[in-house]
């Protein structure tokens, strides 16, 4: 069941310019809907979504961030003890492809 403690927990954190998508994926993935029209993240927010993996009940903290400049600062600290970070662009802005790099020396 949902409520029961999970047997392990994972924390991802999620990173990219601002308006690639994060949010909305994060959304779509724990709550199985697509809203096509979400606000900007102002620092950091996160969802949890539980998964049963291999009869082994697994946690997964999907941590949201802003993607733009001014909040960069606070977004490296998110980067502590992460088990995974999704470096994340829009296929349809160059820019954000662009600025993977710029992510990816963040991330490091």
């Known amino acids: 069941p949902a409520s029961c403690s999970p047997d392990r927990i994972f924390k991802v954190v999620f990173v990219g310019n601002s ?11 724990c709550y199985d809907r697509f809203l096509a029209e979400l606000n900007a993240t102002i620092g950091i927010d ?8 291999d009869n ?12 733009q400049e001014r909040f960069r600062s606070i ?16 296929i349809t802005a160059e820019c954000s ?3 993977v790099r710029n992510w990816m020396s963040s991330v490091q």
């Open 19 to 29: 308006g690639v998508g994060k949010s909305s994926f994060i959304h779509r993935f």
């Open 46 to 53: 996160y969802q949890v979504k539980s998964l049963m993996v």
């Open 56 to 67: 082994t009940q697994v946690a997964l903290q999907l941590w949201d961030t802003a993607g």
């Open 75 to 90: 977004t490296k600290q998110y980067f502590r003890k992460a088990d995974g970070i999704l470096v994340m662009y829009d």
């Open 97 to 99: 492809f662009m600025a």
